[in-house]
């Protein structure tokens, strides 16, 4: 399985993004502060960028990337806002913005680690996609772990309106479908879309 090692704070400074986006408070770069000085960059460039950007925030690969574009082509409303609404539902996705890890890449760990149940039942596929109604909880035993003991006692969980997070039980509930202003950073998805529809 492919596993994505770029450099967060790097990345981050390339794509004019805060590492807070990424769930890194207080990672910066201080290397080559000049980087982003570049030449005019061409119609291609910025597509391209837009979708790299989303890519890495995400931690998805190419191929998943593209599917997710065939899938929300498919559906009604614009294929843009669609796609993210896909991104926002993966599982990973929603185990970080519960506050249940403090990265998507620690988010991911957990999953595929097992720790999460769905509506009782395990599910460790990182990219499974949750439903409006879907309860999210830790396996028992992990619950207990010292990991989550500040979450237990109601440390302040920023969620989006699409969640609810009930701390004392550690449990997340997918209220609604997420929309295009529940998305924590800059980007032009309209021109992700042009980048694959060329």
Request: include cysteine.
């Amino acid at each position: 399985m492919a596993v994505n090692k770029q450099p967060i704070a790097r990345k981050c400074r390339s794509f004019d993004i805060s590492p807070a986006v990424m769930g890194y408070a207080n990672k910066q770069s201080k290397r080559n502060p000049n980087g982003n000085r570049r030449r005019k960059v061409s119609e291609y460039g910025t597509q391209l960028q837009e979708k790299q950007k989303v890519k890495f925030v995400y931690g998805v690969l190419e191929k998943q990337f593209y599917n997710y574009y065939l899938k929300a082509s498919n559906m009604k409303g614009p294929t843009g806002e669609n796609m993210m609404t896909l991104l926002e539902l993966r599982l990973d996705n929603v185990v970080y913005r519960l506050g249940l890890a403090k990265t998507r890449r620690m988010a991911r760990q957990v999953v595929s680690h097992g720790h999460i149940r769905v509506n009782g039942e395990k599910v460790d596929i990182p990219s499974y996609s949750v439903k409006v109604g879907d309860v999210i909880t830790l396996r028992p035993r992990s619950a207990q772990s010292e990991a989550f003991k500040a979450l237990r006692e109601g440390t302040t969980v920023l969620t989006p309106k699409w969640l609810t997070f009930d701390a004392p039980n550690l449990t997340g509930t997918v209220n609604e479908l997420p929309t295009r202003a529940d998305i924590d950073f800059e980007l032009q998805e309209n021109m992700i879309v042009e980048f694959y529809s060329r």
